[in-house]
């Protein structure tokens, strides 16, 4: 098979993330007979430095043309008081929309190796298993009208959170599909109780559940799912929730699996013409400008991303498997960054990235 991938390091530790997620993606596909074209493009702070714009034409091109895009992280201290359009993160909304990739799939696995790097009781974690289902086009981060009217002592913001009944049935699709193929059971997170806007995402869930006889739906408002994601993880297995909701709850998925540096994320669209399925791979922490340029980053999230990348866009489970299969024999080794709490020094960002391509 011939991967054409673009590589968007973006800022902070994502560069150096991405450059071990990268080594991780050539060993793979060196050792399994695929061709690999890599190309680099720019996002988020460092695309503002050097085009003026987080998103730029160039890059829009880039990864229109790509089967699929491997991201590290987004964010620049500097930008923090700019204006919406000028900030990074202004950059990652704007090609989750180029690409319509619509369906966020944020995988929360509690390693065995890693029980005691959780801050919850052993006993409360281990097991845990899951996949949170975000959607990402649509509510309150896109809605209109929005903004700031500035009126003296009158002055109010405003955000429009809106949904409709296409953009809920796709990505409940994809949540009872993703199902079918795990333990068949799907929750569907909203605030129905106070929301018109979850009473039809509601609605909505419980119609496709329909389709899906063989999988298992049950509804939960967020606050009570933010209790339960601690409480009782294992009850777990899909959970399909709204866009703001799914950002929440996904990072508080890092207290489950020992630290926020051990997520991916993989956002999900369309089959291209090629036959690949549209897909942005990211790890889900931020660019951490506090530790950038230190070597301490923990790479397998993004190692992780690629492990998505190779089974969601490509189809290629056996070689996924490899991947996800080398990060827990690294875990079992202790070979670990600091934030994962290693009995004896911790090891770099490089030196995780190299035992990883080892392992495999």
């Known amino acids: 098979m011939n991967l054409n991938i673009l590589v968007l390091p973006g800022d902070g530790i994502g560069t150096e993330v991405t450059r071990e997620a990268v080594k991780v993606l050539r060993r793979v596909v060196r050792k399994s007979d695929h061709s690999l074209k890599l190309t680099e493009g720019l996002l988020g702070g460092i695309a503002i430095h050097k085009t003026g714009s987080p998103l730029p034409d160039e890059t829009v091109r880039l990864a229109s043309e790509a089967d699929a895009t491997l991201m590290g992280a987004v964010g620049l201290p500097e930008f923090d ?48 298993d899951m996949i949170i289902v975000r959607e990402l086009t649509g509510g309150i981060y896109y ?98 929730t709204e866009n703001m909701f799914g950002d929440i709850l996904s990072d508080e998925g890092a207290v489950l699996a020992g630290s926020i540096g051990m997520l ?36 397998l999230g993004a190692i992780g991303s690629v492990a998505a990348l190779l089974e969601y866009s490509f189809g290629l489970k056996q070689e996924a498997a490899a991947v996800n299969a080398a990060v827990e024999a690294v875990l079992c080794s202790g070979k670990v960054t600091a934030d994962l709490k290693p009995p004896g020094r911790p090891a770099t960002t490089e030196e995780v990235g190299e035992a990883v391509c080892a392992a495999i």
């Open 81 to 128: 008081h700019a204006p919406p359009e000028k900030r990074p993160e202004k950059g990652l909304l704007g090609i989750r929309k180029v690409l319509g990739v619509y369906a966020n799939l944020r995988p929360v696995r509690a390693y065995p190796a890693l029980l005691d790097s959780s801050p919850l009781k052993n006993d409360r974690v281990a097991g845990t």
């Open 264 to 299: 991916p994320s993989a956002s999900i669209g369309d089959r291209k013409p090629s036959g690949a399925w549209v897909g942005l791979y990211e790890p889900v922490h931020g660019s951490a400008p506090d530790i950038a340029g230190q070597n301490k980053a923990n790479p």
């Open 143 to 240: 809605g209109t009208p929005r903004g700031i009217e500035e009126n003296g002592s009158e002055t109010r913001a405003i955000n429009t959170m809106v949904y409709t009944r296409a953009e809920i049935e796709r990505v409940a699709q994809m949540a009872f599909h993703l199902a079918r193929g795990r333990r068949k059971k799907v929750t569907s997170v909203d605030k129905s109780n106070v929301l018109e806007n979850s009473q039809l995402w509601r609605r909505v869930v419980t119609e496709i559940a329909r389709e899906f006889p063989d999988v298992a739906l049950d509804h939960m408002l967020v606050d009570n799912c933010a209790m339960q994601l601690i409480l009782t993880p294992l009850r777990f297995d899909v959970v399909l």
